[in-house]
């Protein structure tokens, strides 16, 4: 029998988001499922969409409050840990890491969602855009800054864009180094991938696909609500379910952080050439099938 080789962490990441050190104290319980992605790629839909198979298509859940970012630095990790470790229910956490700087766990459920990422800049433009004052304060001002703070963004989306792209995610992080850490591991028999647009596509085929893959029957007597309840008109009306915090860090609140739920926005405002320049990136930064499966959902 082939024997697995499970990753292990290699270094800590910290910066004015994250604190991987969180993980370190984690302690981890075998049906634990943890949602990941670079950001911006339809972590909280996947969010609701398990936290609907969890509980059997109930509403009013507190998903985001339920399901929390385990790295953010923000709450500290005394706040943070303790809250976790008094959930009842399966639990489902989020992380934004690349695997390299996770506590990995080989019980665990891992479900990695890629979007193309010129959908992922536009999303994340409109989520900074529209952050107010108290979101950049806890970035910026609470204990345990690593890092340049995390700076507003200029009035042009473009300009956001060659930026993220010239200087490897900034101000962020870098997808590259996200997504060929998560495709790496891709085969695991712990982790599934996943992409926006096959969520768009077909969203009751990748459900079953997740039920399947959690090891949650379907009752198929909740279907259509847990169908609803997935609907990108659901998630906007009852945004502040779902999104961090109520949507308090928003202007606008959380419909703002539900933003569009549409992809190729980016087509109407770059060139051909603009455009042409994140497929040369990636396609340096990226295996082919890999940059291949990140822009279609393919492979
Ligand atoms: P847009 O900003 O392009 O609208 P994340 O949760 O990783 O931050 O991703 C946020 C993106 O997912 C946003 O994209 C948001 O609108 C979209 N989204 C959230 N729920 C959705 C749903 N049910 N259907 C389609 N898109 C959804």
Same mark, same amino acid.
């Given at each position: 029998?082939?024997?697995?080789?499970?990753?292990?962490?290699?270094?800590?990441?910290?910066?004015?988001?994250?604190?991987?050190?969180?993980?370190?104290?984690?302690?981890?319980?075998?049906?634990?499922?943890?949602?990941?992605?670079?950001?911006?790629?339809?972590?909280?839909?996947?969010?609701?969409?398990?936290?609907?198979?969890?509980?059997?298509?109930?509403?009013?859940?507190?998903?985001?409050?339920?399901?929390?970012?385990?790295?953010?630095?923000?709450?500290?990790?005394?706040?943070?840990?303790?809250?976790?470790?008094?959930?009842?229910?399966?639990?489902?956490?989020?992380?934004?890491?690349?695997? +390299?700087? $996770? &506590?990995? @766990? %080989?019980?665990?459920?891992?479900?990695? #969602?890629? /979007?193309? *990422?010129?959908? !992922?800049?536009?999303?994340?433009?409109?989520?900074?855009?529209?952050?107010?004052?108290?979101?950049? +304060?806890? $970035? &910026?001002? @609470? %204990?345990?800054?690593?890092?340049?703070? #995390?700076? /507003?963004? *200029?009035?042009? !989306?473009?300009?956001?864009?060659?930026?993220?792209?010239?200087?490897?995610?900034?101000?962020?992080?870098?997808?590259?180094?996200?997504?060929?850490?998560?495709?790496?591991?891709?085969?695991?028999?712990?982790?599934?991938?996943?992409?926006?647009?096959?969520?768009?596509?077909?969203?009751?085929?990748?459900?079953?696909?997740?039920?399947?893959?959690?090891?949650?029957?379907?009752?198929?007597?909740?279907?259509?609500?847990?169908?609803?309840?997935?609907?990108?008109?659901?998630?906007?009306?009852?945004?502040?379910?779902?999104?961090?915090?109520?949507?308090?860090?928003?202007?606008?609140?959380?419909?703002?952080?539900?933003?569009?739920?549409?992809?190729?926005?980016?087509?109407?405002?770059?060139?051909?050439?603009?455009?042409?320049?994140?497929?040369?990136?990636?396609?340096?930064?990226?295996?082919?099938?890999?940059?291949?499966?990140?822009?279609?959902?393919?492979?």
């Amino acid at each position: 029998m082939k024997t697995i080789k499970w990753p292990v962490k290699k270094q800590e990441l910290q910066s004015n988001h994250f604190d991987s050190t969180m993980w370190n104290d984690f302690k981890f319980r075998d049906d634990d499922i943890v949602i990941s992605t670079y950001a911006k790629s339809g972590t909280t839909w996947v969010q609701q969409i398990v936290s609907q198979l969890i509980f059997n298509g109930e509403t009013g859940l507190p998903v985001a409050e339920m399901s929390p970012w385990v790295d953010l630095r923000v709450p500290p990790k005394h706040v943070k840990l303790p809250a976790i470790e008094a959930q009842n229910h399966r639990r489902f956490l989020k992380t934004h890491l690349p695997v +390299e700087n $996770l &506590n990995f @766990s %080989p019980k665990a459920k891992y479900i990695y #969602i890629g /979007r193309d *990422g010129r959908d !992922v800049i536009w999303s994340m433009y409109h989520h900074h855009l529209n952050a107010n004052d108290k979101f950049y +304060e806890a $970035l &910026n001002e @609470s %204990p345990g800054l690593v890092g340049p703070k #995390i700076e /507003r963004p *200029g009035d042009s !989306v473009v300009e956001y864009y060659h930026e993220w792209l010239d200087k490897d995610g900034y101000p962020i992080w870098s997808l590259w180094d996200n997504v060929n850490s998560w495709w790496a591991i891709k085969d695991l028999p712990n982790v599934l991938m996943l992409h926006f647009n096959n969520l768009k596509k077909d969203m009751p085929g990748e459900i079953r696909k997740i039920a399947a893959f959690l090891d949650i029957p379907i009752d198929e007597s909740k279907w259509n609500d847990i169908l609803t309840h997935c609907s990108f008109e659901y998630m906007k009306e009852n945004a502040a379910e779902s999104a961090p915090l109520g949507g308090a860090f928003w202007e606008g609140g959380a419909k703002t952080f539900i933003n569009k739920g549409t992809n190729g926005r980016w087509k109407d405002l770059l060139s051909e050439e603009e455009a042409a320049k994140y497929d040369k990136i990636a396609s340096e930064k990226l295996l082919p099938e890999c940059a291949r499966w990140l822009k279609t959902g393919e492979y």
